[in-house]
């Protein structure tokens, strides 16, 4: 298990997520190309090498999820938790990602070129999350630091109890959550978005459409006197 | 937990397989709650005036001959068939309210499952796997059906508290969730006239699209009072005389993966129940909106 272009072919109707799984776990280098991913859970779960690993379809729950130096692609929709904890490394799903995408994420980027549901980024801790379309509700709950970019919409409540993650979105906001507040977008915002979306290969977008949004710290900074603020 | 799954068929190959598509998207959910299983499936619609009842007996020694004749005598009982030995579907010759009515007065040993023209509905606290072995779900034909599998968290496991849950002629309701204002409101529904069988919280639910239906609200009107009126968490699939139709409660914590081809629409708590149906690969595949209500085919009361 030397060679660094060595490739392998998963047929996940034939062998099992687990040998899958395993086998990732044991390589130091390669390439994957997993077929038939049919929604199963766990798909390219707990890499810590930096492997190239392509699924081909679909994949269910909590996809890449743990994500160390692994660059994993779906070729696909991704189920809930996509990412979940990533520490570094890169996740890009081609189509949509269900709810709570990138949830808890330390490091590395995940790009979605589809829609992203709910919980998009929820508790985010230094990921930087890029998505093409919109995102759902409570997005970016709680999120501690990293970023957000949002090129379409975002539903109701985004930045709910926001920390210091920074969220930027082109299109509207259905709502924002307790303590999230519109800043100024200044130049040093615009080319941080601009290497966000070169980093996500998008390059039709302009990263001065965006607006961003922030945290208040009128609620982790509690002051009893506020709490009129957070009904 | 719990899992749900539905099929609409817009095409006649796809009905002649329905039930086998049912049945490998039901065990393929299985592990999202393997204490019970069910399905409505419709098809065979009998004429005007005439019902289909799906009746149940808890007592496996049940005398269905006796029943039947005594069902025959008051209503008429133009086809019978034997499901299980718990399980019998009768079509009789009145509709459905009067027919469900009567035999809940005279027969109190039985449960009416469901009354319909199209509806055939059948549960059991069994795993998914062994219900579509049992049923022959697998070698059913129909234009749609719903099923669920569940992990029981409000109420015992007992075939009564699995889904679906009747909720009007040609109508049942499946649920992903648990509801926590179900004792209140069914104080409320009970008040209204509206009768419970179990202490389950999906029964309140059915109970609450029933009542609302009764007062004049359409289907739709009647789930959207749900997001009003309910407090908890649910996917719904409501199973009609037409088609289905879906909600989610506004936080949607509970999943719902839809899929769409020129032959089918389908619906199942996770895209692995999907994934084996024909040309999943390239069907346009969503998660439905939370807080809105989808509806396929003419989503209305049957008759």
Redo the contacts between chains.
Sequence with gaps: MSAIESLHDTDLAQTSVRELNQALHAASAGRWQVANP????AIAAGLTAPLEVEID??A??YCAGMNQLATVRVHG?A??GVAENMMSGRVEVD??A??SAGATAHGGLLVVHGNA??RCGISMKGVDIVVRGSV??LSAFMAQTGRLVVCGDAGDSLGDSLYEARLYVRGSVASLGADCVEKDLREEHVTEIAALLTAAGIDDVDPATFRRYGSARRLYTFDVDDAGSFA | MCGIVGIFSKSPGLSERLGEHLARMLVQMGDRGPDSAGAAIYRDPVAQGAAKLSLYSADDSVRWDEIEAAIGDALGVSRSRPVTARHRLVEVEADPEPAQAWVEEHLPGLRVMSAGRTIEMFKEAVTPARFVQEYGIAGMTGSHAIAHTRMATESRVTTQGSHPFSTGRDLCLVHNGSLSNHNRLRQELRREGIGFQTDNDTEVAAGYLTWRMREGATLEEALEGCLEDLDGFYTFAVGTADGFAVLRDPIACKPAVMAETDDYVAIASEYRALADLPGAADAEVWEPSPGVVYSWGAAVVGG
Aim: cysteine-free; glycine content about 36%; hydrophobic content about 10%.
């Design positions: 049919g929604g199963r859970h379809g679909h269910g729950y929709n189920g809930v189509g949509d269900s709810q549901s709910a759902g509700h």
